[in-house]
């Protein structure tokens, strides 16, 4: 009797794996959700933003605020991307920074500065911050935002523009819209390409500036771990529940299943588990140091 018992439990197991397997991914030995790990490993933890994007929204954008609606819209992490510019001399600059404290405005000791686009002499120049450290573009002349960002200014002192505190709520809302829309889908696909891109040209340069980790963003980190914060992180619910995805059940090397829902993929030391299939490597989008 007992054989047939254990061929019925193999039976039962077999057939409800695929409907039981958003429950086996989102629970743990505690059944309390991602562990820390993997939380941790995902670009919105480690304030990683797929930087071609960034500037091509930044020579498309009409205004400020276009922009940072839609650097918000390329960014995965939880806080939102602020932005700052200034002018020093004959050079202007545009940041990015992480509000990781969530209190809408830039403190550089607390929050954490993703990039910088820089004109100098009529010229062009992207460059990635901590995480993003392996990022350099070169693009040419053309005044883009900071024509806008110039003329629009109505503050004084080094900094003449800033994302206005009053506007995070609006473009936290209209995120929040966006991410639940097929649009946050095709993005998380091209960063995927992009993280993709980086990995192969840039190689040790990339898994090297995801060492380095500002002193805000560890503060940060740890604020999350201790509070248990990261399990309801949009970096690890993201995209649509409808699109179907595979995972490797407990990240080893085992079988796939192909199922609904659950979470979105998270790069890590082990590799990278991508809960969706990876486009075609579009030279197109490479940015102009890889040409």
Not at 108 to 114: E, G, I, K, P, R
Not at 124 to 146: C, K, T
Request: with cysteine; hydrophobic share 30%.
């Amino acid at each position: 009797m007992a054989p047939r018992i254990g061929r019925i439990v193999v039976a039962v197991s077999a057939g409800s794996l695929l409907a039981g397997a958003p429950v086996l991914a989102a629970c743990g030995p505690s059944d309390s959700g991602a562990s820390y790990s993997q939380w941790a490993s995902t670009d919105g933890a480690a304030g990683r933003i797929n930087l071609d994007d960034v500037q091509q929204a930044f020579m498309e954008s009409s205004s400020a605020t276009e922009f940072e609606d839609r650097v918000n819209e390329i960014y995965e992490g939880d806080g939102l991307i602020l932005i700052r510019a200034r002018q020093d001399g004959d050079s202007l600059t545009l940041e990015g920074w992480e509000d990781l404290d969530a209190n809408n405005q830039i403190e550089d000791a607390v929050d954490d500065q993703l990039f910088a686009i820089v004109k100098q002499d009529d010229q062009h120049e992207l460059r990635g911050y901590h995480a993003n450290s392996y990022y350099h573009s070169n693009f040419g002349a053309g005044d883009f935002l900071f024509t806008y960002l110039i003329i629009s200014s109505l503050s004084r002192g080094p900094y003449y523009y800033q994302t206005v505190p009053g506007r995070a709520t609006d473009i936290r809302r209209d995120r929040s819209s966006y991410r639940g829309s097929s649009r946050y889908d095709s993005q998380l696909n091209r960063n995927r390409q992009y993280t993709s891109r980086q990995q192969t040209y840039a190689g040790s340069s990339y898994q090297n500036a995801g060492r380095n980790v500002s002193s805000g963003r560890q503060t940060y980190q740890q604020t999350q771990r201790s509070s248990g914060a990261f399990r309801s992180s949009s970096s690890l619910t993201r995209g649509s529940s409808s699109i179907s995805r595979s995972s490797t059940i407990g990240g080893g090397a085992g079988s796939t299943i192909s199922r609904s829902g659950g979470f979105g993929g998270f790069s890590g030391g082990g590799g990278r588990v991508d809960f969706r299939d990876r486009l075609e490597d579009d030279d197109a989008t490479r940015p102009a140091w890889l040409a």
